[in-house]
């Protein structure tokens, strides 16, 4: 069976082994051989924590984040660049870059959506929990043409009081300028937290996308016999 490799970004101040537990909910039989990634973001000021130092993949001049909050581009863009070496090496050796899933929460789940629409491969998937679009529409034209068929997952509670709800679904016009599928699920009441539901929908979610890998892998191989 090939290998799928998943790759999971933590939120600020957060650390990769405090989420490895996550892991344990994703009990089926098709993800029992994924390999998993949980790295730790670096002590970096932070201007939303008025510049203290704090684990952060970049810069995030305000919390909580709503429509218009400003961000810091270059910030997130110097960050996409450790993501990308991360999924370097994992194709180097041998995975299949559409059996590489990436998935963060909050401003990890910001990094992902950045490192998932400038990397110049397809890649399996990439899930989004109560994330932020960390650009402007004027960095679109930067995105490889391979990236834009990588699907995103978009989960986001209606409760959440530190990426706003509204926030969240400021991404399905941005994505759908950039030409990018989205699929985005509302969780009613969830505040800025994950739950199970949310979790096993991603398991879902990543098993169709393996499954659709597969069949098309398939496809190409009878052609060529």
Not at 11 to 26: H, M, R, V, Y
Not at 31 to 41: D, G, I, M, Q, V
Not at 182 to 187: A, I, V
């Amino acid at each position: 069976m090939a290998r799928t490799f998943i790759l999971w970004l933590h939120g600020l101040g957060d650390s990769g082994p405090a989420n490895e537990p996550i892991k344990t909910s994703f009990k089926s039989p098709e993800l029992s051989n994924a390999s998993w990634l949980f790295p730790s973001a670096p002590f970096n000021p932070v201007s939303c924590n008025n510049g203290h130092v704090m684990p952060s993949w970049f810069d995030v001049p305000e919390l909580p984040f709503k429509v218009g909050s400003p961000i810091d581009e270059s910030s997130v863009v110097e960050a996409v660049k450790n993501v990308h070496a991360i999924i370097d090496q994992e194709i180097a050796e041998g995975t299949n870059p559409e059996n590489i899933f990436i998935c963060g929460l909050s401003q990890g789940g910001a990094l992902t959506l950045a490192s998932v629409l400038l990397y110049p491969k397809t890649l399996g998937g990439g899930a989004v929990l109560s994330g932020w679009v960390p650009f402007t529409p004027s960095i679109i034209s930067q995105f490889p043409k391979e990236a834009k068929k990588t699907p995103i997952l978009w989960s986001h509670g209606t409760d959440d009081r530190m990426v706003l709800f509204e926030a969240g679904q400021a991404a399905l016009p941005f994505l759908k300028e950039a030409g990018v599928t989205c699929e985005f699920k509302s969780y009613p009441g969830l505040g800025h937290s994950i739950s199970n539901k949310e979790l096993k929908y991603i398991e879902s979610w990543i098993k169709r996308r393996l499954k659709s890998s597969s069949s098309t892998t398939c496809f190409h191989l009878n052609c060529l016999k």
